[in-house]
């Protein structure tokens, strides 16, 4: 597997496909992946830094990895990454991807990608913040297979609060 986004996506499938057929395989392997590490930096990075792309895909991963195997220590990684999220956004809400290292480098993208992890840590945090930006994604990045899932993602979520409107921050890793 080559990058850790893959290895994500993989124990998220792992653990969705332990939920149904329980095996001691696909756990003792999922583990072995995450003890490799979540690959986040100081900044709340995944380390390609691909805002389009990689993040959703490991924000998402880690969130069902979490629920599936009752271990919420990986949402910590998934709010990290959110709130440098909140930086990342352009005046009109589109999403910074010039520092990408991937192939979502400099192309134009909104927050529905992040409409699970977002409407997800909304609610069960009770984030402010995080409500906002899961209503900013909520008409592109809401699906129905998801809702039945997890139908607690349909509940109304809290009041938002504030996003950044200086754009204006220090990254120490960038």
Partial sequence: VHTPNHRWVICQALAQVHELFPDERYLRRIDAWLAEGIDIDDDGQFTERSTL????VTDRALVVLARKLQRAE???PVRRNLRTLCWLLHADGEVVTEISRRQDQYTRGGVGGYWFPLTYLAG????GQFAALARQAEPAGAQLSTLLEYPELGQPLCASQPLPTDFEKHFAEL
């Fill in 53 to 56: 792309t990689y993040s959703v």
């Fill in 74 to 76: 990986l949402l910590e």
């Fill in 124 to 127: 069960r945090d009770q984030d």
